[in-house]
């Protein structure tokens, strides 16, 4: 196993020179390469805490954390790379690295502790084929990679050439000997290749690995959940961004107007930022005009923007280092708000103040949504929305109730980080029900989405979508709301989209 990317098709019709001559003439005339070491990143220092963590939660026993490896999106075109979280959060690497990568923590003899190594491939010689022959690897098409001696540099672990990892992965694993887990989610490849070795050495049976994997899987997401103070650095830096790119999308509502396809527009004047400033989106933008907006991933983006409409922006900046902002701003396109646009966008704001009141140390991340799901019901009930005679303790009973969900189905809140829907699989007791604790960084985005073919709203209210989100870091008494910048009540929302995106 020297790559574990998906394999793309040789094309039978392109040749390549092969005569000696040429090849010598391709080695040669280089200047030398620089020595020069970069520095250890900070990302890399925080990296080393985390892996401490882990470390101690499974002594004895060797953790296998791939990175992936290139997806093909079309015949040999492949998406961009981005590592899995979990390599990520382990590594301080962000952005496109590395592909086929693999975080490998070895147990020390010890028995005390973790020696971490990255097994990847390096940069090529100049003397080899893949310099000049590879294009998914080598350095004439993707341009130059790191050496096993620049990464560990950067990193501050050891790293080896991704050749030696099956015997590093098989070494020592058997009944009497290591266990060994995977994170099997993240290469196909890589998990295969540990199943093998645990079958070969009679480690255990399949159910029970797998019970093993996703066990790591459970720590890996849990250990995620409250934040360091660089990663909470870099949600700020997040939000900061796309904030700037909000702005630009108001500044640009005309020209989404008069050009038609304003969907497109907004969601390419977002893009543009978002690269500029960070990584990219850090997950598809959901840029939803008028009717569009009442669906709750919205990511076609393929519709028309106007005058007299809403637009719903759901939309994320992902710093270099992975971590995104998720934030949703409902404007009036025209810079005013008819009255039942205002009515539904008070809701959800008074709403999203409960939600916002609930965030803090010792509440449960529960709380956050059942604060804010009050309101929202309560609104319906009293508009007479709800069946007849449900009353509010009725829709709010979690078994027998609910009727609210047609116009609000989706949660309040989420952990927001390196994914978009962070710590995933962290189990219900540490997530939902778990207790709000400093460090955590959450979404509070109540919403109200009437769809123009409900027949059960006033007419005024069909085709009207509304969600409002924001990004908070519970703090040691209370929340602080990273994207507290941007305008969220209706006047200060109106005088932005009439002032072209400048906030007052
Ligand atoms: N942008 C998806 C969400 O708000 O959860
Ligand atoms: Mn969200
Ligand atoms: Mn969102």
Same mark, same amino acid.
């Given at each position: 196993?020297?790559? =574990? ?59 296998? &954390? ?13 998406? =961009? ?11 301080? /690497? ?32 100049? !003397? ?5 022959? !590879? ?59 540990? !199943?093998? #070795? ?73 893009? /543009? ?5 960070? @990584? ?20 076609? @983006? ?8 809403? /637009?719903? /922006? ?12 998720? =934030?949703?701003?409902? =404007? ?6 008819? !009255? ?49 005679? #449900? ?17 609000? &189905? ?59 989100? +924001? +990004? ?33």
């Amino acid at each position: 196993m020297s790559r =574990v990317s998906e394999k793309q098709h040789q094309p039978e019709h392109r040749n390549r020179p092969t005569g000696e001559a040429f090849m010598a003439f391709m080695r040669a005339g280089w200047a030398p390469r620089s020595g020069e070491l970069p520095e250890l990143t900070e990302a890399a220092r925080y990296a080393a805490a985390r892996r401490e963590e882990l470390s101690a939660t499974y002594p004895g026993e060797r953790l296998v &954390v791939p990175a992936g490896g290139l997806k093909i999106r079309s015949n040999d075109t492949d998406y =961009v790379f981005r590592p899995h979280s979990a390599f990520a959060h382990l590594t301080g /690497l962000g952005a496109d690295r590395e592909p086929d990568a693999v975080l490998v923590l070895d147990p020390l003899p010890s028995g005390e502790g973790h020696e971490a190594t990255l097994y990847f491939l390096p940069l090529a010689d100049r !003397d080899s084929e893949e310099f000049f022959a !590879d294009s998914r690897s080598g350095e004439f098409w993707v341009g130059s990679r790191p050496t096993l001696a620049s990464a560990s540099a950067e990193l501050g672990l050891s790293t080896r050439h991704l050749s030696e990892l099956p015997d590093a992965v098989a070494k020592d694993v058997g009944p009497s000997g290591l266990a060994v887990r995977v994170v099997r989610d993240a290469d196909r490849e890589v998990a295969a290749t540990v !199943d093998r #070795v645990r079958e070969q050495s009679g480690l255990s049976s399949a159910e029970q690995a797998q019970e093993a994997d996703l066990a790591l899987a459970r720590t890996l997401s849990t250990m995620r959940l409250v934040k360091d103070d660089w990663e909470v650095e870099q949600m700020q830096e997040a939000v900061d961004a796309t904030a700037t790119a909000f702005d630009a999308v108001v500044e640009q509502l005309p020209e989404a107007v008069r050009r038609g396809r304003g969907e497109r527009w907004v969601e390419g004047v977002f893009g /543009l930022h978002a690269r500029h400033a960070g @990584n990219g989106v850090g997950y598809d933008s959901i840029c939803a005009a008028g009717d569009h907006a009442t669906t709750l991933h919205w990511i076609r @983006n393929t519709g028309e923007v106007k005058d007299g409409d809403l /637009l719903l /922006l759901d939309a994320g900046v992902e710093t270099d280092a992975l971590y995104t902002a998720d =934030v949703t701003r409902t =404007v009036p396109v025209s810079g005013r708000f008819t !009255d039942p646009q205002r009515r539904v966008y008070e809701a959800v704001l008074e709403a999203q103040e409960a939600g916002l009141a609930a965030v803090r140390p010792g509440n449960r991340f529960k709380d956050v949504h059942a604060a804010a799901i009050e309101v929202i019901a309560r609104h319906l009930l009293e508009w007479g929305l709800l069946p007849e005679d #449900v009353t509010l303790e009725q829709t709010l009973d979690a078994e027998e109730g609910q009727f609210h969900r047609r116009w609000m &189905v989706h949660g309040t809140s989420h952990h927001l980080g390196l994914d978009v829907h962070d710590c995933a699989q962290a189990l219900r007791e540490d997530y939902v029900e778990g207790e709000l604790r400093e460090g955590m960084v959450l979404t509070v985005e109540p919403g109200l989405y009437f769809k123009s073919d409900d027949l059960l709203v006033p007419e005024e209210l069909r085709g009207i979508g509304v969600r409002i989100e +924001d +990004d908070v870091v519970v703090t040691a008494d209370g929340a602080r709301n990273l994207s507290a910048m941007l305008p969220r009540t209706v006047p200060e929302v109106e005088a932005w989209v009439r002032g072209g995106g400048r906030r007052g």
